[in-house]
């Protein structure tokens, strides 16, 4: 009788290899990269602050240009400040693409 050999545990790991390759949904974990999940999470994060503030210094500088007791440049500069960190996520994707990325 003759005694079956078996694969050599190199043979084995070529073998899950190659099926691993062949199915890529198996070599990857997840869905995103743990990058782009932070930096949205800290995106989200962030919004969720800066809006209250956002609304409490708008209205205390316009009360402060109403009485005439700032400058009106600083409540533009304020607003326009407000309006790029609110419309970042939009001026990224713009600028994406008109380099094609």
Do not use: D, K
Request: net charge positive; with cysteine.
């Amino acid at each position: 009788m003759q005694s079956r050999r078996l694969p050599s545990p190199v043979c084995i790991f070529v073998g899950l290899m190659l099926i691993t390759l062949a199915i890529p949904e198996l070599a990857m974990a997840q869905a995103g990269s743990p990058f782009l999940t932070g930096a949205t999470s800290l995106q989200s994060n962030i919004l969720a602050w800066a809006t209250p503030i956002a609304v409490i210094l708008i209205m205390v500088l316009g009360i402060m240009a109403m009485a005439n007791r700032i400058s009106w440049g600083w409540p533009i500069a304020a607003i326009v400040g407000i309006a790029v960190v609110f419309g970042a996520p939009q001026i990224v994707t713009w600028v994406q693409g008109m380099f094609g990325v």
